[in-house]
């Protein structure tokens, strides 16, 4: 059983740009959620896709979104970056969307994106 | 008012210590309760998870949750330099699994 992986690890853009960013779900899991985590902070939800349809967004702009594939694989597009989208990117799946028992969310490591 | 607060630090300790990390929130819907620990340039792990008020222990670590006062906690006995990470608490209301996180917590245990 593979975990959660993301690509890339780093990434550096300028302010304005666009960028894209992957994640695979753990094997089986059909949910992904992405969270932004900036320095020294928690994370904070972005959105979260079941079976290919955004099930809930968290309060971010809609230059911020995503795309979840057949095969669970997920990418977080963000445009017109802004100095403040500098942070960790986490992706997270789990078996299902409501968080219960046995819904855990598995945290991939993350890329970490500097916005110069 | 954030809806998850949690006891800032940094937090060090000699090895061997009794420590006590905490939150505290606002949202009387969350039900489901989480830690997560939390190395240096590494996504979050999950350390503990809880269902509603209670007690829940594995290994050197407890989790208590009591939702009458809004408020957990994570017990880590006899610390070991290598549980020295941010540690998170996270909780969700199962209504989906949007987690809210706390702003974490570093822990250094010293040898």
């Known amino acids: 059983e593979t975990g959660v992986t993301q690509s890339p690890t780093h990434l550096i853009k300028t302010r304005g740009q666009q960028v894209t960013l992957r994640c695979s779900s753990q094997?089986?899991?059909?949910?992904v959620s992405w969270y932004q985590q900036a320095l020294g902070q928690g994370p904070q939800f972005i959105f979260q896709y079941y079976r290919e349809e955004e099930n809930g967004r968290g309060n971010f702009p809609p230059r911020f979104s995503g795309l979840q594939f057949p095969n669970y694989s997920s990418e977080l597009n963000v445009n017109a970056l802004e100095l403040d989208d500098s942070a960790l990117y986490l992706c997270a799946s789990s078996l299902g969307a409501s968080g219960g028992v046995g819904e855990t969310q598995y945290f991939g490591p993350g890329t970490r994106l500097l916005v110069l | 008012q954030k809806e998850v607060e949690q006891d800032p630090g940094p937090l060090s300790v000699p090895e061997g210590a009794i420590v006590s990390l905490n939150c505290t929130y606002s949202n009387s819907a969350f039900q489901y309760f989480m830690w997560y620990r939390q190395y240096s340039r590494k996504g979050p792990e999950l350390l503990m998870y809880?269902?509603?008020?209670g007690n829940k222990e594995d290994g050197r670590f407890t989790a208590q949750v009591d939702k009458s006062s809004k408020y957990i906690s994570l017990f880590i006995r006899d610390s070991q330099p290598s549980d020295s990470a941010t540690y998170l608490c996270a909780m969700t209301t199962g209504a989906n699994s949007k987690l809210t996180f706390g702003k974490g917590i570093t822990l250094s245990v010293r040898p």
């Open positions: 809880t269902y509603s008020s």
């Open positions: 094997s089986g899991h059909n949910t």
